[in-house]
C-alpha cells in the first residue's frame, strides 16, 4: 500500500523565484507530488519555462512575472491566486536579493533594499497566505532564510545577514501566532547552493569554493535539487506537527561552526 503522507494531489501551491535554483526545484517537487503551481519570478522567460515542464507532468501551472519587494505586486499575486485556483495550500518564499557591502561603507539605500527584498516582501506573501489559510483552517508556509540567519557569515554580508535574521524571527513568530488555527510556518535555511550569482563570485574569486568546501562536512556544494525532499514534506500531511522550526540544509556545516569568515587586522599576529 502506497503511504499517502506525501501526496500533494488536489492541493494549490504558490513558490516565489521559481525561474532557477531553490525555487525551481521546490515548484517541480511539489508538482510531481500532485500539487497546481503558481509560479512567480521576475524572469519572465524562465518562469514560463518552469511551467512547461510542470504541465508536462500533468500539473496545472500558472505564472506571474513581478518584483515581489513592492507589495502591491505581490497583493495582484494573490489575486491573480483567487481567481485561477481559488485557494491556497501551501507558499514558498523563495526569491529575494540582497547587496553585499562591508558594514562601513554600504549605504543605507543597499540596507533598506535588502530588506524590501528578504523581509518586506516575503511578509506581504505571508499575510496574504495567511489569511487565506486561516479562513480554510489549514495551510503551510516555507521561508527560505539562511545559516546567515542564526550565524555570522562576516564577507561583506551585513545587509543579507540582518534581512535573514528577521526571516528567521518572523517565522518563528508566525507559527507561534497561527499554529492553533492548522496554519504552519517553517524555514528552510541553506548553506552555499550552486546558483548563477555564486558561481559568478567564485568565477571572481577562486579560492572562495574551497573555502565554503572546508566548512561543509558533507564535502560538496548544495545542489537546488537537494530541496526537494524538504519541500515536499513541509508541504505534505507528513509534517503536520512541525511548526516553528528553522531547519538546516548545509551539509553539516552548521554542526561544525565552520561559516563564518572574520577579518584580520593588518600586523595583528593572528
Partial sequence: ????????????????????????????????????????????????RTADEIRQLGRRASTASVDVSQPDNVRAIFAQLDREFGRIDFLGNVAGDAVLGKPEEISLDDVELSWRHLVLGRFCACQEAGRRMLAAGRGSIVNIGSLASITALGRGHIAYSMAMGAVAQMTR????????????????????????????????????????????????????????????????????????????????????????????????GQ
Fill in 1 to 48: 500500500m502506497v503511504s499517502k503522507l506525501f501526496d500533494l494531489t488536489g492541493r494549490v501551491a504558490m513558490v516565489s523565484g521559481a525561474a532557477q535554483g531553490l525555487g525551481r526545484a521546490m515548484s517541480m517537487a511539489l508538482a510531481e507530488h500532485g500539487a497546481d503551481v503558481l509560479l512567480v519570478d521576475r524572469n519572465a522567460e524562465g518562469v514560463q
Fill in 173 to 268: 513568530e508566525l507559527s507561534t501566532e497561527w499554529a492553533a488555527q492548522g496554519v504552519r510556518v517553517n524555514a528552510i535555511l541553506p548553506a552555499q547552493v550552486v546558483n548563477p550569482s555564486l558561481e559568478k563570485r567564485m568565477d571572481a574569486d577562486p579560492t572562495l569554493k574551497d573555502m565554503f568546501l572546508r566548512g561543509i562536512p558533507r564535502g560538496r556544494m548544495g545542489q537546488p535539487e537537494d530541496i526537494k525532499g524538504l519541500a515536499v514534506f513541509l508541504a505534505s500531511d507528513a509534517s503536520n506537527w512541525v511548526t516553528g522550526a528553522l531547519i538546516p540544509m548545509d551539509g553539516g556545516n552548521l554542526a561544525m561552526n565552520g561559516g563564518g569568515t572574520v577579518r584580520r587586522a593588518v600586523g595583528s
